[in-house]
């Protein structure tokens, strides 16, 4: 069972790191994040991108012609959020007509990895594509996926007898739900450029089984190289950026604190969220996670409790162990196990008889 921390490769803690003015856009639930739910945004597919309703030339003889469509277009997947501890992993798609992508993502608006950019360019770009009357507005549309923290880590920790569902599976089934939503919505999409999840040509084998009428490329660092994924990008960083200030706003309500806890060192940082980026290399968010770990709740919905940083402090620092009694044999257990018979109470009592007051007899029932 994979129940260790997931990490990026270094990740720039100052470029991961969430403004206090990011641009919140509709892709956050507020409600639905709050709950520690995950949940799908999908924008409205700008009127140029769907099919033509117009009639059917009148020399088109033949009865079986295919559908009208939209104009050609291409699609990026990424995602942000894989490594940190705090807050949801945050799957994104972007889509646009072919000819577009170069001249209106690269030349005109300078799009590229989310990860290079500053959050203050990223919110720049989510807040103009989010904007009616903008060039990306009217020819771009956009969704995400966001998996919470909670369900990622019920997933993660599902008893060795069940099923294993690990980061990556969760990640390629939120990458098709996506795909499948844009399709269900009338986008002609005919190519599809993904940034990879582990070894390329195995990714790409499965998209290409799921979606077979589709050109499909799985590459390492694609959101560098595709202009289509670079945006993805940015709507998947940005949506996980607002969406932890989000939680972090309502837990600091919550502690009533600021969210800084009782034990904040002096010098910490004071301005925006003191849980910093969310990601275990972080010295403020796994600081942040010190003092404010409930002993038997450990947190809230923004956490993954299937990440060795939660774990390990739940185990070693203060978490109060319980333990849960097993079913030596599944399904034999009756209602009148949990009770003993009164004339061998000490010799053969029942821990679990015991748990709700005095044991009875049978002779009771």
């Known amino acids: 069972m994979e129940d260790t921390q997931m990490t990026d490769d270094a990740p720039n803690l100052a470029l991961e ?12 639930h507020r409600d639905a994040l709050l709950r520690g739910e995950t949940f799908s945004h999908y924008s409205p597919v700008p009127p140029s991108l769907l099919p033509s309703t117009a009639s059917p030339s009148s020399d088109t003889t033949d009865s079986a012609a295919a559908p009208p469509q939209g104009p050609p277009c ?5 995602e942000a959020g894989r490594g940190p501890v705090l807050g949801p992993m945050v799957y994104g798609v972007f889509y646009l ?13 300078h799009f590229d990895d989310s990860k290079v950019l500053t959050p203050a360019v990223r919110s720049g770009l989510m807040r ?3 904007t009616a009357g903008t060039d ?78 589709l050109h499909i490329t799985v590459a390492k660092k694609a959101d560098s190289l595709y202009p289509c994924v670079s945006a993805a990008s940015v709507c ?57 770990m409930h002993p038997v709740f450990g947190w809230g919905p923004e956490c993954r409790f299937s990440w060795g940083t939660a774990k390990d402090m739940l185990e070693g620092k203060g978490g109060v162990k319980v333990d849960w009694p097993m079913d030596e044999e599944e399904g034999t257990s009756r209602m009148t196990d949990f009770f003993v018979d009164s004339g061998s109470r000490e010799k053969d009592a029942d821990e679990l008889g015991t748990w709700f007051g005095t044991p009875v007899g049978l002779e009771a029932f």
């Open 17 to 28: 790191t969430p403004t206090s003015n990011v641009f919140i856009p509709p892709s956050v």
């Open 74 to 78: 291409c699609l990026g997947v990424d």
């Open 97 to 109: 007509p072919l000819p577009l992508s170069d001249p209106l993502l690269k030349t005109a608006h």
């Open 128 to 130: 103009s594509l989010c």
């Open 136 to 213: 990306l507005h009217s020819a771009c549309g956009w969704a995400t996926a966001s998996l919470s923290a909670r369900d990622i880590g019920a997933h993660m920790l599902r008893p060795s007898t069940a099923a294993a569902y690990n980061l990556n599976a969760q990640a390629m089934d939120a990458t098709a739900e996506l795909i499948r939503g844009v399709l269900a919505r009338g986008v002609n999409v005919r190519e599809i450029y993904v940034d990879t999840i582990g070894q390329p040509a195995a990714y790409q084998k499965r998209l290409e089984r799921l979606f077979p009428t």
């Open 236 to 292: 998947a960083k940005v949506t996980r950026d607002a969406a932890l200030e989000c939680l972090y706003e309502a837990r600091a309500a919550q502690l009533g604190d600021g969210g800084e806890g009782e034990g904040q060192e002096d010098g910490a940082e004071k301005d925006g969220m003191a849980w910093g980026s969310g990601y275990p290399s972080d010295a403020r968010c796994v600081g942040w996670m010190r003092q404010n």
